[in-house]
């Protein structure tokens, strides 16, 4: 089967329901993120951002990395990237570290990596551990703290990047059940539909937030990560 858009090369990657080559796959991508910047007027001209990243998602860090970087080449922008180790076996409390050091870092404008496929197993895995407060991130952009998050990836699984040779293998956290949950809806959902539609079940999880970390929580004004936090 050939690719819908150039009817040249062989179809390999699906991206928003379309059969494409690899090469037309990648532009896509480009095409969205290119889409995305622009809408949200994320960046200006030598802003200071920051990439920050956990450490399984250093390959799609890059990617984003040199996707805007070549969208922005005349913006002079001060980018700077750190990538954090998620090394508990409970990703709720990584992610907690994770956005309580971010609130800590000077710049306000912060890019994230997560993609569609983990917001979506993060949402299926907290049902069952009915901790789903960083579910409060979601979105192409939020402000919280003063700080302006960008998650270009928000709704685009990693399988739609594999036109991009440096995407290799699939997202492997620490956490063994959401490995689980990760490795069945990305076989579940192979026509990546739902990881551009699910979005509006999220709705039901809305929630006041956490005044450190920003997670959503059930009751008062801390997530019981930063109320034990207080306590050592
Ligand atoms: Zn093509
Ligand atoms: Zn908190």
Not at 9 to 14: D, G, H, K, R, Y
Not at 134 to 154: E, R, V
Request: a neutral charge; hydrophobic letters at 40%.
């Amino acid at each position: 089967m050939l690719c819908v858009k150039c009817n040249r090369n062989p179809a390999e990657v699906s991206v928003s329901g379309k059969l494409l080559c690899k090469q037309c796959a990648r532009n896509e991508i480009i095409k969205r993120i290119r889409r995305e910047l622009s809408e949200t007027r994320f960046l200006n001209r030598e802003d200071k951002v920051i990439l920050i990243y956990p450490d399984f998602y250093e390959n799609v860090a890059n990617l984003i990395k040199n996707i805007i970087l070549k969208i922005c080449k005349d913006c002079k922008l001060d980018f700077e990237e750190t990538k954090v180790e998620f090394k508990s076996m409970e990703i709720n409390y990584d992610l907690w570290r994770f956005f309580t050091n971010i609130m800590k870092l000077d710049a306000n404008k912060i890019i994230l990596p997560f993609t569609a496929d983990f917001f979506l197993s993060y949402m299926i895995y907290s049902i069952s551990t009915s901790n789903y407060g960083f579910l409060s991130y979601y979105g192409l952009t939020s402000i919280f703290n003063q700080k302006i998050f960008f998650i270009p990836l928000y709704n685009t699984p990693l399988k739609e990047l594999k036109g991009f040779n440096e995407i290799t293998g699939e997202l492997n956290t620490n956490d063994p059940l959401l490995n689980e949950i990760l490795k069945w809806s990305s076989m579940e959902f192979s026509d990546n539909e739902i990881f551009h539609t699910f979005e509006n079940s999220l709705i039901v999880f809305k929630n006041n937030r956490c005044k450190i970390c920003g997670a959503y929580i059930k009751s008062a004004e801390y997530c019981e990560y930063c109320l034990r936090s207080f306590s050592h």
